[in-house]
Nanobody, 120 residues
Framework: QVELVESGGGLVQTGGSLRLSCAGS????????MNWYRQAPGKERELVAI????????NYADSVKGRFTISRDNAKKMVSLQMNSLKPEDTAVYYC?????????????WGQGTQVTVSP
């Protein structure tokens, strides 16, 4: 059974830091690109950060560049998102996503989300 479990969300003041973690199981973690998305109330889900399956390449939304860092440990089947200099507009539910295209098929797995709230 495929499972992605996020942790590390919470309430933090503006300028603070949080580290989100996501543990994967039930699939070949090292074969998947891993992504963090977020969804704020009343807004569409947006892609925040990407890391390739090897961990060699990352990319970020402009709104978080220089503040967030995505990393992964394939041996532990975990991906993390270090969030620094947090702003109230970072408040959202953050989702871990595993994505892979293989043999013409798309494989897409999601966690249940973790709430991040940044107070002014």
């Amino acid at each position: 059974q495929v499972e992605l479990v996020e942790s590390g969300g919470g309430l933090v003041q503006t300028g603070g830091s949080l580290r989100l973690s996501c543990a994967g199981s039930g699939f070949t973690f090292s074969a998947y690109d891993m992504n963090w998305y977020r969804q704020a109330p009343g807004k569409e889900r947006e892609l925040v950060a990407i890391i390739t399956y090897t961990g060699d390449s990352t990319n970020y939304a402009d709104s978080v560049k220089g503040r967030f860092t995505i990393s992964r440990d394939n041996a532990k089947k975990m991906v993390s998102l270090q969030m620094n200099s947090l702003k109230p507009e970072d408040t959202a539910v953050y989702y871990c996503n595993a994505f892979r295209v293989s043999g013409g098929r798309q494989y897409d797995h999601w966690g249940q989300g973790t709430q991040v709230t940044v107070s002014p």
